[in-house]
């Protein structure tokens, strides 16, 4: 129950600080709260994960984006199937980096997860 209200909890605030974060009337009951975009920023742990995000509909992609500028040490990532926990797209982010890119012939949800970065660094999932 704490996970889940810690996701619901993220969701919103996370509705409140960017205005194209939305979720869709199918899962508008859902309590994991699926969104079309979602940013983590790492803490003091060095770690961060996205709140789900589900596959374009149409398109079948997803994106994502860290930012690491600024940071003294290297960001590793992966982009994960929330369902299967298969890792669709994995790397890592050089000292000062800044990396995106897309992620084709998806059906599923997914979640960004940052670990082992430095404080500040921020990761965005996003189908629009």
């Known amino acids: ?5 810690k996701k619901a909890g993220l ?17 508008a009951a859902d ?6 975009s979602s940013r983590c920023l790492v803490g ?3 770690d961060c994960t996205t709140a789900v995000v589900g596959a374009h509909p149409s398109g079948h992609w997803i994106d994502y984006w ?15 199937d929330v369902n299967t926990r298969a890792v669709v797209r994995s790397g890592t982010v050089g000292v000062s980096g800044l990396t995106a890119g897309r992620v ?9 997860e ?4 430095s404080v500040s660094a921020e990761g965005l999932l996003d189908n629009d």
């Open 1 to 5: 129950m704490f996970s889940t209200l």
């Open 11 to 27: 969701a919103v605030a996370l509705t409140a600080a960017t205005a194209s974060t939305a979720v869709p009337a199918s899962a």
């Open 31 to 36: 309590p994991i709260q699926i969104t079309a």
């Open 44 to 46: 003091w742990s060095g």
């Open 66 to 80: 860290i930012n690491n500028v600024g940071r003294p040490s290297r960001c590793p990532f992966r982009v994960r």
């Open 104 to 112: 084709p012939g998806l059906y599923g949800y997914y979640q960004l």
């Open 114 to 117: 940052l670990r082992g970065c």
